[in-house]
């Protein structure tokens, strides 16, 4: 292979490898691509020097065992201080076994992926390693942020406690127009048909002329919304006595919660049926 081409594919695995520790280690902070680009620079340029000192006679112990060790672990510590400038000995440890086994797994993935493609097609196997490693990234990001926005809800009805699959969205600022209290939204079906016929009926009444009920006035509230595909409307909130907020690491009672009632589902999928307030947990009352 020639030493041009060595040098970019080098640069593109190691440009691969800061930018995935990057974002899950260090969450896209202390680093700019500038930084990061400039630690792949110095990793390409480290992998062709010590390649080169590889095929000499004095330095071919670089090539195998204990020696290729070392090397990729220099040359991890080169790409850390470039790009990341750690600021304690345990930050640069972790930068470097984070470094190295990333750049172990994607070395895998390219070992895999060059027998599948025709040879030569380095490049085509390193960009398809980047994204396979993307892909697998943001599953993960989507998988941790169900496992700490998702959570069960548990509220008071006629027919029992219903229990209902909630998401704490920050989107969600739905609020009071004069006490300011959270809003959290909710399918109307799901609700309604476990609440008192009574409840319904006003419901119903408020859907048809957009205006509270003299015998209704204690629980529910017009509040304007806008939303996606509605530029602007007035939506029926009616307030429970308590709901119950429970999820991973999290628990809480909302006293007089109020919850704006969708004439449609939220979740095309199911995933949820209530988003709630993220400002309702700072007003909760925590168990």
């Not at 209290?181 to 909710?186: E, I, K, L, N």
């Amino acid at each position: 292979m020639y030493i041009d081409v060595l040098f970019a594919l080098n640069f593109m695995m190691d440009a691969i490898v800061l930018l995935t520790v990057r974002q899950t280690l260090l969450r896209g902070r202390f680093t700019s691509w500038k930084r990061l680009f400039g630690g792949a620079l110095a990793g390409a340029f480290g992998g062709c020097v010590l390649t080169v000192l590889g095929m000499t006679e004095g330095f071919s112990f670089l090539s195998r065992g204990f020696g290729s060790l070392c090397a990729g672990i220099l040359l991890c510590v080169l790409m850390g201080e470039v790009a990341f400038r750690p600021k304690s000995l345990r930050g640069r440890i972790l930068q470097i076994l984070a470094i190295y086994g990333m750049a172990f797994l994607l070395g895998g993935m390219l070992d895999w992926l060059q027998q599948q493609l025709r040879p030569g097609s380095y490049f085509a196997a390193v960009a398809a390693c980047f994204l396979l490693l993307t892909a697998g990234r943001y599953l993960y990001e989507r998988l941790k942020f169900r496992a700490k926005n998702l959570c069960t809800v548990h509220i008071p009805a006629e027919t029992g406690t219903l229990h209902l699959k909630g998401l704490l969205d920050t989107g969600n600022l739905l609020q009071a127009p004069f006490t300011k209290t959270p809003v959290s939204v909710v399918w109307a079906d799901r609700v309604l048909q476990n609440m008192s016929p009574q409840i319904r009926e006003q419901y119903d009444q408020i859907r048809s002329s957009h205006q509270i009920p003299e015998d209704g006035a204690e629980v529910w509230k017009l509040i304007p919304y806008h939303s996606v595909g509605c530029p602007g409307g007035l939506m029926p909130v009616l307030t429970v006595p308590y709901f119950c907020i429970q999820g991973e690491n999290r628990e809480a009672v909302i006293r007089k919660g109020l919850l704006g009632l969708s004439p449609g589902p939220l979740s095309s999928t199911g995933a949820y049926e209530i988003i709630l307030n993220p400002k309702l947990l700072e007003e909760a009352i925590i168990p």
